[in-house]
């Protein structure tokens, strides 16, 4: 508790300036309500994960072969603790179980956590209540990539060895790498590094639309890749994902109250222990990776980063030591129900989870619009 403490300390130092205070009374008071700010509410993270769990198991259930709650635990349990041989499905519905809802559940849960999360993360860096995953040309990078593995290798088929998958990665990590290099030789400062990343973006998108224009034979493969899919995903991909998001996130966390301390001055928090450019510095790298690797496997799915650290403020709180893990359990909530709705809505035939997702944050989009101007009004 200790920065904690010192936060309060730093705010009765401006405070002493105002005459007619209590500057014990205030400070033990500032103190009380500081630590009540940055307490983890551990009962309403139990409750959420509570609600990630119902979310996976409805999504394993539901589909155009239904299977009920009941038989899932069943499988569930006989699989992990077998204490009989009798099966609780049928082998049709026990292949579905495990090779198709199983790791497409998982799967976009992780995605889902990954770009709420990586969302979370640039808005904190960039004071920016309207970034997202996508700001430093990561979408526009991957898309191009992907664009570039389908028309030169003619496969839109992400798995492991997918060319479309490595192409569209690459492409992520090379546009925000174009991004930060700009940046670094423009200035250093968080405007410079966000007009690059605009700036990167635009002439990336630029060169995809040039090769969609004289590759139209691939553009039905290119346009299924770009409004993102969770229906090829299987254990490879859960795979391939998980490693990245646990590392990713754990980094991630251990930076979450240098995050909070963003919103002060340089001076003001490196007064409090923390070290502004090293926090940017780590937190964009670790998010740029989550959302490279998110978008490399599921194509391009919308507004999750967006609108989902926005729901956490509203409901749970601004501290990041709240907002990461809240934003990685909504998030995957989120994609889930959106991936159920895509499975069902049109059965036995799937809308692509990016329409959905755009439909839902298009207009939440438009309401914080609204919030913000009234803000400032």
């Not at 889930?336 to 839902?360: M, N, Q």
């Amino acid at each position: 508790m200790k920065w904690q403490e010192s936060f309060a300390k730093l705010i009765i130092i401006h405070l002493k300036k105002i005459n007619d205070l209590d500057i014990k009374l205030v400070e033990t008071e500032l103190s009380k309500s500081i630590k009540q700010a940055f307490r983890f509410p551990h009962l309403l993270f139990f409750l959420v994960l509570l609600v990630a769990f119902s979310t996976l198991f409805l999504s394993v259930s539901v589909g155009p072969i239904n299977i009920s709650i009941l038989d899932v635990f069943g499988e569930l349990f006989s699989n992990i603790i077998p204490l009989n041989n009798e099966r609780n499905i049928n082998d049709l519905h026990s292949q579905i179980f495990w090779q198709w809802r199983v790791p497409r559940a998982l799967f976009g849960f992780i995605v889902g956590a990954s770009l709420a999360v990586a969302g979370a993360c640039y808005q904190g860096v960039f004071s920016n209540p309207l970034a997202d995953p996508f700001l430093l040309g990561a979408a526009s990078g991957a898309g191009l990539g992907a664009t570039f593995a389908i028309v030169f290798f003619g496969s839109a088929q992400p798995n492991i060895i997918g060319t479309v998958s490595v192409g569209a990665f690459s492409g992520a990590i090379l546009a925000v790498g174009i991004a930060v290099f700009i940046s670094q030789a423009a200035g250093k400062s968080t405007a410079t590094l966000l007009l690059s990343g605009v700036a990167t973006a635009s002439f990336f998108t630029a060169l995809q639309t040039f090769l969609m224009q004289q590759n139209l034979s691939s553009f039905r493969e290119i346009y299924s890749w770009l409004i993102g899919s969770l229906a090829n995903s299987g254990w490879q991909e859960v795979l391939i994902i998980g490693p990245y998001f646990i590392v990713c996130f754990t980094i991630i966390y251990v930076f979450a109250r240098d995050l909070d301390f963003l919103r002060l001055s340089n001076a003001e928090a490196q007064t409090l222990g923390a070290s502004p450019a090293r926090t940017k510095s780590v937190v964009v790298m670790m998010a740029t990776l989550l959302t490279a690797i998110a978008v490399s496997l599921s194509g391009l799915i919308g507004f999750v980063g967006l609108i989902i650290p926005h729901i956490v403020r509203l409901l749970f709180g601004h501290s990041y030591t709240i907002l990461i893990p809240f934003s990685a359990l909504l998030g995957g909530v989120f994609l889930c129900l959106a991936d159920l709705i895509c499975r069902t809505v049109i059965s036995p035939a799937e809308l692509p989870i990016g329409v959905v997702t755009a439909f839902i944050g298009a207009p939440f989009f438009w309401f914080l619009l609204y919030l913000l101007k009234q803000k400032l009004d």
